[in-house]
C-alpha cells in the first residue's frame, strides 16, 4: 500500500488554515470520516500515512473549500514548497542551478513516498522532463501539487518564466504522470 509522509499532510492542513483560517482546517476535516479526523488531529511530519487519507483530505478540500475546482492544489504546492524548502528540505535547492535542482528529483521522491520512482532528463538548456513511475496510488490533485511543488521551487532557484505541463497522468489513463518543464532562464548562482 502506497503512503505519505506527514509532511504532506500538514502542508495541506497548514495551507488551508492560512487561506481560510481554523474554521476553514474545521470544516474540512469534520467532512471526513471519524477515523480520518481522528488520524489528521495528530499529524506527525516523520510518520507515514495512507496515501488514501491523503487522496480523502484532498477531495474534501475540494468539495469544501475549492468550489468543486482541483486548481486550489497547484496554490497548495506551491504553501508546501515554501514550508519545507526553507526548513526541513533547503538542502536540495540549487540556486542558480534549475537542472541540478530537478536532477534531485529521485530524492525529493522518496522523502514524501513509499513506493514508486521519479526520474529527470534534461531535454535542452532551458526544459527537461521529470516522470514518476510504479507509483502504488495516484490522483489528480497530487499531480498538481507536485506541479504547484516545482514551480515554487524552481523560483526559488531563481528561475524565470516557468512553465510546466502534464503530458500523461495515470490518474487519466496514462502509463505513467510524466511533467514537461521549460523556463526562460535562472539568476546565476551565488
Known sequence: MQQIKGTILK????FIEQHWGRAGVERVVGSLSDDDQKALRTVLSV??????????????IVAVLGDGRSEVFERLGAAS??????????????PGRPHVFLGKA??????????GS???????????VMTT??????????????????RRALEMCGTEGIT??????RARGGEVCRYRFQWKGAAAAV
Open 106 to 115: 529521485p530524492q525529493i521522491y522518496g522523502f514524501y513516498y513509499e513506493t
Open 81 to 94: 514548497a515554501d514550508a519545507n524548502l526553507t526548513t526541513l528540505h533547503k538542502q536540495f535547492l540549487s
Open 164 to 169: 510546466i505541463e502534464e503530458e500523461e497522468c
Open 133 to 150: 513511475r510504479d507509483a502504488e496510488t495516484f490522483s489528480v490533485p497530487d499531480c498538481l501539487t507536485v506541479m504547484g511543488w516545482y
Open 118 to 128: 521519479r526520474t529527470y532528463e534534461q531535454t535542452g538548456d532551458t526544459s527537461g
Open 47 to 60: 510518520k507515514w500515512y495512507p496515501f488514501d487519507i491523503g487522496e480523502r483530505l484532498d477531495a474534501a
Open 11 to 14: 502542508s495541506r492542513l497548514g
